[in-house]
């Protein structure tokens, strides 16, 4: 072999121990479970649990205030030892709330190795990503999305700790018996949210004895209701019921009242957030709000809410406790499976009966949705929202 030779194979050789020498031995991708690892776990020991959630786009307030709960939660958690003897380390990736990006949200935490995820607020960004994780076999809890669909399409892999679409329509059912309402408009903007609270309102109400007078659809981003307006005054209903989201629904409402509208308007989860009243204004006085377990009327979220404020210097949104308690819960399953083992994990979720965190007690049912209804409702009062029950 010649000099030239030599010299040659000797700098490969270099190159490669390089390659693999700087920094330490090379990282292979964390495995999931039943691909050859005992356990997928973050750098270090550390149990990495992956949150999907919006941080960009119209509902990016609720995805950080969503992300601030569950690393307030892991940061308790590992305070008291972690998971079985393991610190708890999140990672966090947008979906947007849109159903392409957050299929590439998704895929980006299967990729890096998370054992679980928690998040999910937007329902049609969440339902494309069930298979997903799935077939990643990765436990999925949501902590926000409710449209039955996510039940319809769970392929066994995720379990839901907000209140179902039809939880929310029996407290709205609920509401209007009690006001003596008869004629009800609904307005949805055709997403899978929206449109499905629409679509069980459709059934429900006239079972109860009421009617639905109208169902009009409202483009996203619409400036000008007018002719929506027109078309609902039209029909003459006693409340208007608002399914979608609270940058809309906020315009609506004040072009509603802009337009002499007088009669009752409730608006769905979606829009239960401060913005609504700021993009409302005044209008918003007297609207009802069907909402999630809200931190400030929970007894069991008081030092929560004071811990959250502490640290982020905000009080909590209204996603906030169901988003603590999501993380609380999944390492309450892990500790109660001894590991992170996809199967023991599913299985040891299935069995969670009255577990008590800071929104209540939550149980199962057999399609993996919250065994009892947790929906509340508060009224804009004075430019805030107060409890109505």
């Known amino acids: 072999m010649s000099k030239k030779t030599l010299l040659l194979v000797a700098l490969i050789t270099i190159l490669a121990l390089a390659a693999f020498g700087c920094g330490g031995q090379q990282q292979e991708p964390a495995e999931t479970e039943g691909n050859g690892a005992e356990e997928p776990v973050a750098e270090g020991g550390e149990i990495l649990v992956g949150i999907m959630v919006p941080t960009t786009g119209s509902e990016a307030t609720y995805g950080k205030d969503m992300e601030n709960s569950f690393n307030l939660a892991v940061d308790h958690i590992n305070a008291a030892g972690g998971v079985n003897g393991k610190m708890i380390k999140t990672v966090t990736a947008d979906d947007a709330c849109d159903p392409q990006q957050s299929a590439a ?3 980006k935490l299967i990729s890096q190795g998370v054992v679980a995820v928690v998040g999910g607020y937007c329902s049609g960004a969440t339902i494309p990503t069930l298979t997903l994780y799935n077939d990643a076999r990765i436990p999925f809890i949501i902590t926000a999305a409710n449209s039955s669909k996510l039940a319809d399409e769970n392929p066994g892999n995720c379990f839901q700790t907000n209140g179902t679409a039809f939880h929310q329509i029996e407290k709205a059912v609920e ?8 004629k009800v408009a609904v307005v949805h903007q055709g997403d899978a949210y929206s449109a499905d609270l629409s679509n069980i309102a459709e059934v429900e109400w006239p079972k109860a004895g009421g009617e639905i007078v109208a169902i009009e659809v409202m483009n996203k981003g619409e400036q000008d209701t007018s002719a929506l307006v027109t078309r ?3 029909k003459n209903p006693e409340l208007v019921f608002w399914t979608a989201y609270f940058a809309d ?4 409402i004040k072009q509603l009242r802009q337009s002499g ?8 989860d979606g829009s ?11 209008a918003t006085e007297g609207v009802q709000v069907l909402s999630s377990p809200i931190a400030e009327y929970l007894p069991a979220a008081k030092e929560f809410s004071e811990k959250y404020k502490e640290k982020y210097n905000m009080d909590p949104g209204p996603y906030a406790a169901l988003a603590y308690d999501g993380m609380g819960l999944l390492a309450d399953a892990m500790n109660r499976a001894g590991s992170t083992d996809f199967d023991a994990v599913i299985q040891a979720l299935k069995d969670t009966e009255g577990y008590e965190g800071v929104a209540g007690t939550t149980s199962f ?17 004075d430019g805030k929202f107060t409890l109505v029950q």
Not at 175 to 182: F, N, P, R, S
Not at 272 to 282: D, K, N, T, V, Y
Not at 365 to 381: D, G, I, P, Y
């Open 232 to 234: 609902l005054k039209a």
């Open 175 to 182: 509401m209007w018996q009690k006001q003596g309402i008869k």
């Open 249 to 252: 629904g906020g315009l609506l």
């Open 365 to 381: 049912a057999e399609n993996h949705t919250l065994a009892k209804s947790n929906f509340m409702v508060v009224e804009v009062k």
């Open 272 to 282: 239960c957030s401060p913005q609504l009243i700021e993009i409302g204004g005044p």
């Open 261 to 268: 509208y007088q009669g009752k308007i409730m608006v769905g």
């Open 105 to 107: 949200a998704a895929n």
